[in-house]
């Protein structure tokens, strides 16, 4: 079994400010969890801690999207850890953090071959110039981030180095989640909150491990976007809602695609701690986050 390694992005990047002058609190997300005790539960072979980037208000230059230059800078770092963490056969989990570092986890795993996406999201994160206008304000990455990996949108962050254009193909992506009803449909493989419900989470991950094998995926990443957890369970993220995942569902269904092998690595992104001043979901999340993954851990030995 491969060992963990941890890659901390503490950065908030994609997400557009809370209120004037004031960032989002995302960053602090990586800290808080292992403060929580999620190194002590996972036994990483390794910690990769990444520089947390600068925030920019305003509009950066040739780009709509809000901190569109920073997020491809930081995006080709992360990518190269990610990359180093793959080829040394160790399972990545990336702590974020907004959902723009799904872009540099994509261009990791994608350097060493083709690799498919897991997405779990409470929304469909598929904004893109196609259906939003991005003259009168600014795009933010965290609400584009399936949009930018499957290709569409600005050049700066769907065309990357040695990869190219898209980091994955929409046939093979599956996303889950998603509680919107309005808006564009991605034209991807979707099972919305509102069927999970219906169809429970032992029939989901049999429909996902389903599709992963018809589409000859042995290599999957996955993209944890904590508010796909319903917002009675977990409030603290910048856009929750309702109806979604409980932990036990969450970590559940993490554990089963995990246990197939397909999945190299996975980043877990949203929670922002300053909208949760007594740490009271820190512990939650923790615990969930090392029953789906414990399988995994382990410890390297050498000769």
Do not use: K
């Not at 040394?88 to 795993?109: E, K, N, P, Q, T």
């Not at 419900?197 to 000859?216: M, T, W």
């Amino acid at each position: 079994m491969a060992a963990v390694e941890l890659i901390t992005a503490p950065w908030n990047l994609g997400l557009r400010p809370p209120a004037p002058g004031r960032e989002p609190g995302t960053w602090r997300a990586p800290q808080a969890l292992l403060s929580a005790g999620l190194e002590a539960h996972l036994r990483p072979a390794r910690v990769v801690e990444l520089d947390r980037p600068p925030y920019d208000f305003d509009a950066q230059p040739a780009t709509r999207i809000r901190n569109g230059v920073t997020i491809r800078e930081h995006a080709l770092q992360l990518g190269e850890a990610v990359r180093a963490t793959l080829a040394a056969s160790r399972f990545a989990v990336v702590l974020g953090g907004d959902c723009s570092i799904l872009l540099g986890c994509l261009l990791g795993a994608r350097r060493l071959g083709r690799c498919g996406l897991v997405h779990l999201d409470g929304h469909s994160d598929f904004r893109h110039p196609g259906n939003h206008d991005t003259g009168s304000s600014l795009g933010s990455a965290a609400g584009m981030d399936l949009a930018l990996a499957t290709g569409r949108g600005e050049l700066l962050l769907t065309h990357w180095p040695v990869v190219g254009r898209p980091l994955v193909a929409d046939e093979d992506v599956v996303q889950i989640g998603d509680r919107e009803e309005s808006g564009e449909t991605p034209p991807v493989t979707r099972f919305t909150a509102q069927e999970i419900q219906r169809i429970g989470i032992a029939a989901l991950g049999e429909r996902v491990i389903r599709r992963l094998e018809r589409r000859e995926l042995d290599r999957v990443w996955l993209h944890l976007d904590l508010d796909v957890l319903d917002e009675r369970v977990l409030p603290a993220v910048d856009s929750p809602g309702r109806p979604g995942l409980d932990f036990s569902q969450l970590a559940e269904l993490v554990s089963t695609l995990a246990a197939t092998g397909r999945v190299v690595g996975l980043d877990v992104a949203i929670y922002d701690p300053e909208l949760d001043p007594d740490s009271a979901y820190a512990a939650p999340l923790v615990d969930c986050l090392a029953s789906a993954l414990t399988p995994l851990a382990t410890v390297e030995t050498h000769a």
